[in-house]
């Protein structure tokens, strides 16, 4: 399985201010994915984050808030912008992971407080 | 709309005793499905997984049982450890399409 170092392990942010994720895998990907946790919820996806394309993202989610950078086949970041305390969540993101069909392997998560 | 449901919260279960982790789903166009296991502070692992031409996926102490007709899966662990305690997703897919969770059970084995 490939393996994903994500970064920072979790924050602690003020609310008006912006925070870049970062993830890093040990192989070349085609996409790389971004998803959210919110207490209590299940994990949903954010955007599908392409190389050499603009991201995908899902219903509810906009690039202005969310904007995706994808440089290269190993490398991704997600900015959350303007936080709230609403964006309190993990996030996480994970790559397809060719040793198990159709499951998908996952960085270790950013816990972001807002405050 | 949420298409996987896990509907118990919590579990507690007696070292040495199954446990049973339950998942429901509504779309029909699903057609695998997955199992993901989340220790605090570290991101889901993938645990086990089951295709929808299949009814049963067995791999050690980890059973996934898939009831098409009744679009209910379950997740059996035999015989449960301290080291099983931890949250568990199912999740699922159409074909090649993005994986849908349910909202996660969290399991604790008591010795």
């Known amino acids: 399985s490939a393996v994903i170092s994500q970064k920072p392990s979790r924050d602690i942010c003020q609310r008006g201010t912006s925070l870049t994720i970062q993830c890093q895998v040990d192989s070349q990907v085609t996409m790389m994915f971004w998803y959210r946790q919110q207490p209590g919820q299940s994990l949903t996806l954010i955007a599908t984050?392409?190389?050499?394309?603009?991201?995908?993202?899902e219903s509810g989610f906009v690039i202005d808030k969310f904007p995706i950078s994808r440089p290269n086949l190993t490398f991704s970041t997600l900015t959350v912008s303007n936080m709230s305390p609403e964006d309190s969540s993990i996030y996480l993101c994970s790559v397809e992971d060719p040793d198990s069909t159709y499951g998908y392997t996952f960085g270790s998560g950013t816990r972001l407080t807002v405050v | 709309d949420q298409q996987v449901k896990q509907n118990s919260p919590s579990l507690s279960v007696q070292e040495g005793r199954i446990s049973i982790l339950n998942c429901d789903y509504t779309?029909?166009?699903?057609?695998?499905f997955l199992w993901y296991k989340k220790y605090p502070a570290e991101g889901p692992t993938f645990l086990i997984s089951?295709?929808?031409?299949?009814d049963k996926n067995e791999d050690g102490r980890f059973t996934v049982f898939l009831n098409k007709s009744a679009k209910h899966l379950s997740l059996h662990i035999v015989p449960s450890q301290p080291g099983d305690s931890a949250v568990y997703f199912c999740a699922a897919r159409p074909g090649a399409q993005k994986l849908v969770f349910g909202q996660g059970t969290r399991l604790t084995i008591n010795p």
């Open positions: 089951i295709s929808s031409i299949k």
């Open positions: 984050a392409n190389q050499g394309s603009e991201a995908t993202y």
């Open positions: 779309n029909s166009m699903f057609d695998y």
